[in-house]
DNA sequence: TTGTATGCGTTATCAT
DNA sequence: ATGATAACGCATACAA
């Protein structure tokens, strides 16, 4: 029987520590029927050899997979890693690993291929992002097959255990105001894409500041987009045909935003003194163009961190408990009052 | 014995098949000593039953597990998710599944740490980025575990199996040729950190276009970066305080080719008419910013999938041949002809 | 509080 | 070419 070569297994821990495997099973399970002495005599055991229970083993016994799992479909891909970090912020030095999967948001078999990945797989929990996160089929699968997810999202469309939101509502109500406050009053918005949670939150959050100010709403001011550069470029060129234009432009994502700051600069105009904008996101791209993006920042890792411990933590962690996180404005240099109208 | 309810097993396929475990087995593992019709017969009840064999049980069997990890630390956001992509998308309806596995370079553990990731988690192959995947002492662990691997890095430093490389010397020799061929001479170099491959490449690449087109390489033309933005805006703060300061400037990344744009409009000058600015990777951030830049785009996504091929792939794979991808030059807005010098 | 026997679903060994 | 039986390493039911 000499195979002392590979990982020591829960067997070698039982014969040297005298005990049967059930009692060394139950070590690492924190079974509270114990008895003390044996408990520190077996992890004693466990120390020495450096065991560490086989995951693969673990699985198939208890029909569940040490794995967390990030569903996500066509986010932007800072957001996707920002996640990504956050998630494996508290993964780390755990017994817990991440793992990926993209689906494909409009195929019609979406949520069958999805089922069937949760049955085989048998994650420990998932982490569903924006916008597929919105699908409440998907949270229902979840839920049949009895796998532990928190949804991700714009605005709190489920319960504290299964969501971790940001206040994008408020937090846009609050960059219009700071335009406003600067003084403007023709203030535009480009939209995120229809259907999409986000892109409603943003635009509300545009509406509610706008007659909060008593301003009126313009449907000319408000024009469609896809959160993409491009998308933000032909809003920004749709705007700047009107006249009077626009003094400053609320974009629903910083890469649209950097689309209308590419357009009025196309134009000869000059950002903020002529155009004042205001983008969301914070992705690395608003502090990096000229000038400096104002933006929205959603504090995404700190969603993703609360949504781990959410799926892994303890009962009763703190830092899981909270699920609505707050945006906060950065004030940057693409807002500035409005110039001679 | 009800319990009809889950998934088919390997027995449920065995007993209407009216053979034994074993059979089944072999026609799921492709076992070539086999009868034809038997083979079918079993095929037929697998395809009637939607019998998938359940990856927590093979695993233990095989001591291996059907993951492909993506191993890397601290390299640039886009890449990683590029990376993810390319490999998701040769991974996307095979058994396999990506997992995520960060490492702390620097800390003195990683490579234990790593081992027993490995050792634990038996992932059937793994991906490793720069600049981790220039760790030779992480090869060998993969090979000593006998976990299929591959490393991708800016220049061929492994053996094809397992080394997916790009050329970044001979493409940033094209680059800084580009800018020679515009008539520029004093060529300034932003490079990358000190003990990356990747920098010495782009370092090299710049040398020998120097060289090769007769001019005088000179050592204040040279600044150190660590393809952060805030070192691209130092870099381009002490090369254009030279007298006479650059007229191009090839920067070893996109990012730091922002910063020393940033810089240059701060100091009032035109690009690409006072300064010309080439950048490396094709960021998101090179086309969204103003004015675009031109810069080295790498096939990461190709690469990616190639690895993928090799890891996963069946021996023969054309596609899984290749290793070396080649980087091309993608012309934007911010390279023009040096003005009155 | 602890141990025994058995199951999880697959693959490997060694027969036939 | 196929099958009976034993791993694989851990957890659960039930007994002690």
Redesign the interface.
Known sequence: MMKRSA?PTINDVARIAGVSKKTVSRVINRSPLLNGDTRRRVEEVIANLGY?P????R??AL?R?F?IALIHDNPN??M??NV?QGL?EVLRDTEF??????VDRGSPTMLEKLG?FL????PYGVMILPPISENEHLAQLCEQIGCRYVRMGSAPFAEGPHMVASNDREAVRGAVGHLIAAGHRRIALVMGPHGFRSAFERQKGYEEAIEAAGLPLQRTLMVAGDYR?ESGMRAAEQLLDLSPPPTAVFSSND?MA??V??VA?ERGLNVPQDLSIIGFDDT??A????PPLTTVRWPIATMARAAALKLVGEPGDEEAEASLFVSTLVRRASVAPPGEG
């Open positions: 990982q560490v086989n995951p693969q083993a699985a198939l029909r997979n794995l891909a800072q996707v890693l990504q494996l690993e991440l793992i990926v999967h993209p069937q049955e085989r797989q048998r550069f890469e950097a689309g700051l590419h600069r690395p791209i502090a990096h163009i000229w």
